[in-house]
């Protein structure tokens, strides 16, 4: 069992040699910034996955940790859930694309208009980026408009990326700085324009400003922490005074706070919104939903994908959806939270660490109460190392699924102890510097709430 092993004994080199060769055919060494090894303790952390059950991922190396990433969020039942993998083999069986509509399509299309308050109409993708692109697409379609008001992050795609041409830190509080707009058409300059979370005068004097060119608000309804009070209803109000498409993307929260979704949680339902990620348990899928009169007009647009329709993905949404309903999910992950929450925070004081663990319970992240931003970091990036060390795989932040339970608490618990005492020390005794034994975090994604 991991949380036995000797944290002293913790290797990684069958990852490490993979990742050099990796880096020479993969630019990057992976699809996914979120997966790149300096966003947890490179040289400790695990960077090849071998396999994944429930809870926990085994890495190429024998190693076994929980997930507290949970796919990048990507995971909601949990690793190789049985009933969402059965259901995919037996479609499998059956065939997965196909020269006519599958029937799943029109099943999973049914489901989701009886699950979401928005939906009355429903298109497919693959991701969650490509969710975004398809909303931002029909809302300039519909509305005849070309700028965008964007909060959050939303994808790779250039409607997007086009923020940082008008200036270069435009998506430094959304995504994080330093990304250069490298290959985004120059013709899309102040076509997306970021607005500030819980700002609504901010909202409305770009709005003002911007009269009659913006096409959708889209952003995400929550992050770190629920909403002030009055806030979404706030953007919605300016949006239909400005006649504006406003969408919400649900990609990463999904079905974690209601089986819903976000909208009956945060009482304002948004003309269109956007799900992928956890809506399959880690298959590729990904939905936009909306009221009809938005989405209607889009049959006219060339929105088109052979693989949108695809049966494996429409199965394992249609297996997840139904699991979270049959299991109710919401209350197993915010359970999950409230505990990591109060027992981390309680920990830390325990142990005299400047930390605590807030933010809302579907996804909790640690905040190191330090003023000097490199400690900030080291602190957090040897918090990553020896949690690692100790069977536990993650950021500062935890993305929960239902497979995380009573096992992985407490064996969080005692990795947490351990590794609180040792933050501790190396910060009364100045010795973070030498503790590390990983090459100090870079880059982070700056949330909007963090
Ligand atoms: C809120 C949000 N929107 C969109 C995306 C992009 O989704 P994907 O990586 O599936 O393209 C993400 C991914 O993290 C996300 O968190």
Redesign the pocket.
């Known amino acids: 069992m991991s949380s036995a092993r000797n944290p002293e004994n913790h290797q990684i080199p069958k990852s490490l040699e993979m990742y050099q060769r990796a880096l020479e055919l993969i630019p990057g060494g992976t699809q ?1 910034i979120s997966r790149r090894p300096t966003r947890f303790a490179h040289g400790i952390s695990p960077i090849f996955a071998s396999h994944g059950k429930g809870a926990r991922i085994w890495d190429v190396d024998g190693n076994e940790y929980i997930d507290w990433v949970s796919g ?2 990507a995971i909601l039942l949990g690793y190789a859930d049985p009933v969402v993998d059965d259901a995919v083999k037996s479609q499998i069986d059956r065939g997965t694309n196909f020269s006519i509509t599958h029937e799943l399509e029109l099943e999973l299309a049914e489901e989701l208009v009886a699950t979401i308050p928005c939906a009355e109409m429903v298109r497919y993708t693959r ?4 969710a ?1 692109a398809v909303a931002v697409r029909i809302a300039r379609g519909v509305t005849g408009r070309d700028k965008v008001l964007f909060c ?5 795609h250039d409607w997007y990326i086009a923020s940082n041409l008008t200036a270069e830190e435009s998506l430094n509080e959304h995504l994080f700085s330093g990304i250069e707009p490298i290959g985004v058409p120059s013709g899309l300059k102040q076509t997306a324009i970021p607005f500030p979370y819980d700002d609504l005068n901010a909202l409305g004097e770009l709005l003002d400003a911007n009269r009659g060119e913006v096409a959708a608000i889209i952003m ?1 309804p929550i992050r770190s922490e629920l909403p002030p009070e009055g806030y979404l209803a706030g953007v919605q109000k300016l949006a239909k005074e400005h006649d504006v498409v406003l969408i919400f ?1 649900e ?2 929260t999904g079905f974690r706070l209601a089986v819903d979704g976000i909208q009956s949680v945060v009482g304002v339902e948004p003309d269109m919104s956007v799900f ?2 956890s809506i399959s348990n880690g298959y590729a899928m ?1 939905a936009v939903v909306g009221k009809r009169d938005v989405m209607s007009p889009s049959s006219q647009m060339f929105i088109s994908s052979t693989y949108w329709g695809e049966t494996v993905g429409l199965t394992a949404a249609l297996t997840t959806i139904r699991e979270v309903k049959k299991r109710n999910v919401p209350a197993i992950v915010q359970h999950t939270g409230t505990q990591l929450i109060s027992q981390l925070t309680a920990i830390a004081s325990e142990i005299g660490l400047p930390v605590v663990c807030k933010g809302v319970s579907i996804h909790p992240y640690l905040e190191f109460q330090v003023e000097d931003a490199e400690t900030k970091t080291k602190l957090s990036t040897l918090y990553i190392q020896e949690m690692a060390k100790r069977g536990c795989h993650g950021y500062t932040s935890f993305y929960l699924n239902a497979a995380q339970g009573e096992a992985e608490l407490s064996q969080t618990w005692d990795a947490a102890r351990e590794t609180f005492t040792i933050l501790a020390a190396g910060l009364a005794d100045n010795r973070l510097d030498d503790l590390l034994e990983c090459i100090p975090k870079k880059e982070y994604f700056q949330r909007l709430v963090r």
């Open positions: 996914l990048i969020g991701s969650g980026g490509e975004c959050g992050y939303h994808g790779w995400e993307d990609v990463t992928a990620k990904g």
